[in-house]
Nanobody
Framework: QVQLVESGGGMVQAGDSLRLSCAAS????????MGWFRQAPGKEREFVAT????????SYADSVRGRFTISRDNAKNTVYLRMNSLKAEDTAVYYC?????????????????WGQGTQVTVSS
């Protein structure tokens, strides 16, 4: 079993930056592909970013590419999402997820474990 705990969310203004963290326990994160998803009110949960086990590959949603950066510190069992140039449309609950499979999965059903989420609110 893997437990994931997100932190770093908050309320910011458009153009600001935030860094989300996801601390994993129960299994070494180096054996897991990791991802971030988000869910805005009234919308489905959508893919944001993913990073491979060894951090040699990553993938981003078109809406965040160039503004968000996913990274991982396997020694700390932690994954990060750096979010720059935030927009009002980035407002959502952000979820960390872990996948037992290889590569950089982008589908929700490819992930095996989920955190409880952290709220990010961007005011325009």
């Amino acid at each position: 079993q893997v437990q994931l705990v997100e932190s770093g969310g908050g309320m910011v203004q458009a153009g600001d930056s935030l860094r989300l963290s996801c601390a994993a326990s129960g299994r070494t994160v180096s054996s897991l592909a990791m991802g971030w998803f988000r869910q805005a009110p009234g919308k489905e949960r959508e893919f944001v970013a993913t990073i491979s086990r060894s951090a040699d590959s990553s993938s981003y949603a078109d809406s965040v590419r160039g503004r968000f950066t996913i990274s991982r510190d396997n020694a700390k069992n932690t994954v990060y999402l750096r979010m720059n140039s935030l927009k009002a449309e980035d407002t959502a609950v952000y979820y960390c997820a872990a996948a037992l499979g290889p590569g950089t999965p982008v589908g929700r059903d490819e992930y095996d474990y989920w955190g409880q989420g952290t709220q990010v609110t961007v005011s325009s």
